[in-house]
């Protein structure tokens, strides 16, 4: 049993702990939902390039808070050593920040928030209906009040780095 996880934030100017958020992220899989064998990339990215990406990808105008790109296949996903979700994430820093303003929450809570989304995608979950939308966020809120129990998500942010 294995697990690849690659993280990378492209948006510099906001200082997200990657050594942290992968913690956190393998802490959601490993703990919380029991996957061993993953393969996911998570990319922090800033509103231009989620626009980019969501009008390529999704004929979508504009920014989003999480895309994700579920790459596994049913028939491969039976055989012995596959991983159990193949995927990647892209997140919108600004979207986490603007959403965090709105529903009164930090970022960093809006980041986890995001991650437990996209791989509650990569688990079958949708949310394209009120009733399977209802049900997905009941179990990322259930994801995240455990996540945060854990762990503290302000760590997520760590002070820039100021040099001479």
Known sequence: MSGSLFIKNSARAFPIDTRQ???????????LLWIEDFDLGIYIVRAPKMAEINQTYLQHRGSTDVITFDYSDPEIRKLPGAPEIHGELFICIDDAIAQARQFRATWQS???????????????????????????KREEDRLLREIARRFPLRKLGRKPTVRA
Not at 21 to 31: F, P
Not at 118 to 128: A, E, N, Q, S
């Open 21 to 31: 958020l992968r913690w956190l992220t393998r802490e959601l899989l490993r703990d």
């Open 110 to 136: 809006e980041l986890a928030r995001y991650v437990i989304h996209g791989i509650l995608h990569l688990r079958g979950f949708d949310d394209l209906n009120p009733v399977a939308r209802r049900k997905m």
